[in-house]
DNA sequence: AAAAAAACCGACCAAGTGGTCGGTAAGAAA
DNA sequence: TTTCTTACCGACCACTTGGTCGGTTTTTTT
């Protein structure tokens, strides 16, 4: 933590309401006066505390967005023992919580990327950085379910990150259309009669 | 067609260029004059064939965008027989086709629908419509597969479909930030897998 | 309490934005 | 050829955008 309070204060609040609206919005289609507004405070502030509206941003990817995917989707992984279980549990856990947020307009993370996608680079590649860590993390879960004989050996980790990640993104989009508990549901059936299809079986 | 062709052949060209920079830049991040420009028409040209920019991307959507998701995601799976050697195929194609796009920015719909989600709920309609009509062509042929014998009776078409696409809107976003080939590979095997665990047991 | 540094204000700027409107070419109808 | 309609031009408008800057308040240091 720093010590420069108010400093660090500020910043905060402003990034927070930042990402809100972001999130909310889209990055194009919201004004930094719009941030400002909210919070009652100037332009002086603003570009006081930052460079401009891509450093803005960039300074919210690194500091609130990573940690929203880090505990929502990354921890509630690590060096947990069945991997099956655990990627059925956190993605539930994880479509549960956007299903009753009634201001849902889909993943962070998806969201942004597209958002940014070919338009952006320097933003991209933070983007781009959050989902290589996840999907690190989902390779090395597998790869340990291998040994602990849990996971089939024939499987193909990174293909089947790559195919959780797809699904989980695609998922959250297609909520936010509405319909969401009904959508959840059914992709967690999918996805466990997927899981299911690749456990290892007992030995006779 | 409509008679009036020269009325109709200047719509079509700004509604093409249009389609290309919204895809491009986004809806939000691009302005009228930029399509305009690289037309080398004017303002007034465009005001009088269209109300706003909310009515002219419209008119892209029911004019453009149907037919895009249509040709490459509808028709190559309608009415044909055997819905997993199908579905395989088309996704492939699709996923092909992005590939070897060299100006690829993702996925048509799914790119616009977060873009307008929850902020445009008239453009958001009609998006929303296009991937419905995909979700039934969809859950069609898994019931039709049923009675033909390829597809086991206990599955969930309609969450089978979701599960679907829901992937294949994942993957389009992934392939974007590059790797596209492996990614697209990866997807292919995995939804193999996938589907081949659904298949018919022959009775013994 | 005085001085210095940090935090914030808000008027201002140039460059857009979507959209309007009176006018003018060009092709069809008379 | 004249008339009329369709298609298009581009100056203009009110408003918003990201960003600047001289100045003021608040906080910390001395």
């Known amino acids: 933590?720093?010590?420069?309070?108010?400093?660090?204060?500020?910043?905060?609040?402003?990034?927070?309401?930042?990402?809100e609206l972001f999130y909310k919005q889209g990055y194009y289609n919201t004004s930094?006066?719009?941030?400002?507004?909210?919070?009652?405070?100037?332009?002086?502030?603003?570009?006081?505390?930052f460079q401009s509206k891509e450093d803005f941003f960039i300074s919210i990817v690194q500091?609130?967005?990573?940690?929203?995917?880090?505990?929502?989707?990354?921890?509630?992984?690590?060096?947990?023992?069945?991997?099956?279980?655990?990627?059925?549990?956190?993605?539930?856990?994880a479509l549960e919580t956007a299903e009753h947020n009634e201001y849902d307009y889909g993943f962070v993370l998806s969201n942004f990327m597209a958002e940014f996608n070919g338009r952006n680079e320097e933003i991209s590649k933070y983007l781009r950085d959050i989902y290589r860590v996840w999907e690190v993390n989902l390779v090395t879960i597998l790869q340990k379910g291998k040994t602990d004989g849990f996971v089939a050996r024939h499987i193909d980790s990174e293909g089947v990150a790559t195919y959780l990640i797809s699904s989980f993104i695609g998922i959250r989009m297609l909520m936010v259309e509405g319909?969401?508990?009904?959508?959840?549901?059914?992709?967690?059936?999918?996805?466990?009669?997927?899981?299911?299809s690749m456990v290892q079986q007992e030995l006779v």
């Open 1 to 19: 933590m720093d010590k420069n309070l108010k400093r660090m204060a500020t910043m905060h609040r402003m990034q927070v309401t930042g990402l």
């Open 32 to 49: 930094i006066d719009d941030i400002l507004k909210e919070l009652s405070l100037s332009k002086g502030a603003f570009y006081y505390h």
């Open 63 to 93: 500091n609130l967005i990573v940690q929203k995917v880090y505990s929502m989707l990354i921890e509630p992984i690590e060096g947990k023992e069945d991997p099956f279980r655990t990627i059925d549990k956190c993605f539930e856990n």
């Open 179 to 196: 319909n969401s508990k009904m959508l959840s549901y059914q992709f967690m059936q999918q996805l466990r009669h997927y899981l299911a």
